[in-house]
């Protein structure tokens, strides 16, 4: 059974960094999609950044380019968002998903798997 562990949410001032880990255990093929969804209050639950296995890069929401980076360590299958230069619009609950397949999509349900979610707080 794949499970999602994250950490790393808090508070923060605006322009601060955050780093974001999670830790994913359970996958029984060697290919996937890791990503990162947030959901702010009375809002939709939207894509922040995508990662894939076996070289297919990286993808981030507008909002957050040049200001977020998702990276992968496939040795501990552990999937890290660290987040700069935040700001109050960025506060949010944050969700580590997984998918099987060796693409990834900006549609939530496109993902199988979620963590539990971690908040994150930029005051101004």
């Known amino acids: 059974q794949v499970q999602l562990v994250e950490s790393g949410g808090g508070s923060v001032q605006a322009g601060g960094s955050l780093r974001l880990s999670c830790a994913a255990s359970?996958?029984?093929?060697?290919?996937?999609?890791m990503a990162w969804f947030r959901q702010a209050p009375g809002k939709e639950r939207e894509v922040v950044a995508t990662?894939?296995?076996?070289?297919?890069?990286?993808y981030y929401a507008d909002s957050v380019k040049g200001r977020f980076t998702i990276s992968q360590d496939t040795a501990e299958n552990k999937v890290t968002l660290q987040m700069n230069s935040l700001k109050p619009e960025d506060t949010a609950m944050y969700y580590c998903?997984?998918?099987?397949?060796?693409?990834?999509?900006?549609?939530?349900?496109?993902?199988?798997?979620w963590g539990q979610g971690t908040q994150v707080t930029v005051s101004s």
């Open positions: 359970g996958f029984a093929g060697s290919r996937n999609c």
């Open positions: 998903a997984a998918r099987a397949a060796g693409y990834c999509s900006m549609n939530r349900y496109a993902y199988n798997y």
């Open positions: 990662i894939a296995t076996g070289g297919f890069g990286a």
